[in-house]
Structures are given as C-alpha cells and as structure tokens.
C-alpha cells in the first residue's frame, strides 16, 4: 500500500459503517491520522478498532454531526492529538425518503441539519484552521445522484445534496487564495450495510445500472482518495459521480 497520506490528518464525519468507514480505512492505511465520527459512539469505536488492527492510526469520536460543538470539537481533537489538520470530509447525511404531500416539518429540519448545516459548519470549522496553518487543504462533501435526477420519494434528500454541490462551487473562490479545494462526490446507488438491509436492493441497480453493478463502498472511496490527494491540488469546485453511469440513463428504480 503507497503512503500518499503520510503526516495528513483527516477528519471523517458518519464513518462507523458505510462508505465513509471505507475512506477512513483507505486513508489511514495510506498513513493519515484519522478522527473518525459516527453518531453511535461504540460503532466509532469499533471501527476504530478495525482499522488499528489493520495498523492504521485513528481516534473514535462519538456525536451528532449537526452539532456545532461536536464538529467544533473534532477539529480540536484533530490538533490536539495530531498537531494539525489537512483533510475533512463532510461524510454523514440521512437518507429519509418521504411522499412530497405528506412531507413533515420535522422531518424537513432533520435532513437539513445533518445533511446541509452538518456539512457546512464542518467545512467552515476545517477551513478556519487550515487557513491558519496556511498549508492548504482538502474539504470533500458527500453528495448523491439524486441531487442531478429526479428519484421518487427522495426529493428533499436530493436538494440538499444538489445544495452541498453548490456550496463547493460557491466557496471556490474565498478557499482558493488559501491553498484549500473544495469538492463533492456524488455516488451512485451503493452496497453498504444500510443498503443491503433494503430487499432487493442489489438486483435492481444491476438491472438498471448501465455497468451492470450498483457501486461499492470501495468504488467511492478509491474516488474520493483521489480528490483528497496532492495529486488533485488544481481540482476545486467540482462534483465527481460515481454511479456505473446512472445518471447518464437514469432509469427508476422499480
Ligand atoms: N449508500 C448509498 O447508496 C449512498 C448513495 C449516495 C450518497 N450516499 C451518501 O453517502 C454518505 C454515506 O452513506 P452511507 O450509506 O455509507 O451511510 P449510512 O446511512 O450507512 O450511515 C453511516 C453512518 O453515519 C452515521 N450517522 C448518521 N447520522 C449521523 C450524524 N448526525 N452524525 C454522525 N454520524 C451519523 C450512522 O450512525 C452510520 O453509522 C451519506 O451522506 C449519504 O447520503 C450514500
């Protein structure tokens, strides 16, 4: 395994399980110090164990994702245990499907606090301190398909994904000067353990899915290790999707 990530230290967001386990894991086999999060604090902690076991460095941190003082804290954390900060991603978001007509209020403001002001606030936090440490940096959002096409039941997820999009275009520009990119990556239907709960969840996006598989967590994280890398200084503002080509076709889902 290279050690392009050697002497980085990242923060990732929701990463007990799922896809941002997976490029918790594939950074910090790469040689990044992690501060891993999930809402679930034994699930942190458990991963964390997996992937010390592998010989990775990570530090497990419980707590809620919206909350300003838990994504101020795993800044600090960052600092305090690692002497610096290089890399966050903005990786927890809820998936809460919902008929438009019936769409509640409280359900409205609980995407929103996880999926747009979670993700906003971590960037801002990250932002603050690399731009002290006046190194640069990488700020990555984790986006969805559904934030391009239309996708029954998931129209409110898929604006605040399509906002995350925005946002990283929108902040080109006052992060640039600093050395710090700001991307997205916006996955395709993906075969994580939330998922596959859902029953026949693989059949349907091979049969839709033009590559004839629905994505992996390792098809993601390979994408996003990319954007996180070196290598990717003079990418900034951008959506990379990973979806077998969905969205060039995108056929629903039965
Ligand atoms: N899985 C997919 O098919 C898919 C497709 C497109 C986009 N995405 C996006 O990718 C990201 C990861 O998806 P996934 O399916 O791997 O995740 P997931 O739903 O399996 O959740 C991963 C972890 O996030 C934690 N989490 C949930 N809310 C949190 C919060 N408020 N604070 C901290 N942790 C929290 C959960 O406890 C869980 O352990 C999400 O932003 C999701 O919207 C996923």
Known sequence: MNQNFHNKTAIITGAGIGIGF??????????????????????????????????GQVRPIGGDASDMGVLQNLVDEAVSQFGHLDIAVANAGITTYGDFFEYSLAQFQQLMAVNLQGSFFLAQFAARQLKKQGKGGRILFMSSVTGHQSHRHLATYGMTKAGLEQLARGLVLELAPYGITMNAIAPGATLTERTLHD?????????????????????????????????????????????????????QPS
Do not use: C, M
């Open 22 to 55: 997976e490029i918790a894991k594939q950074l910090a086999l790469q040689g990044a110090s992690v501060i891993l999060n999930d809402l679930d604090t034994t699930l942190a902690e458990k991963a964390a164990q997996a992937i010390s076991a592998l010989g």
């Open 199 to 251: 029953s026949g969840y693989n059949e349907i996006w091979q049969k839709i899915t033009p590559t004839g598989r629905a994505a992996t967590v390792e098809d993601i994280a390979h994408a996003a290790l990319f954007l996180l890398s070196p290598e990717a200084g003079h990418i900034t503002g951008q959506t990379l999707v990973v979806d077998g080509g969905w969205t060039a076709v995108s056929p």
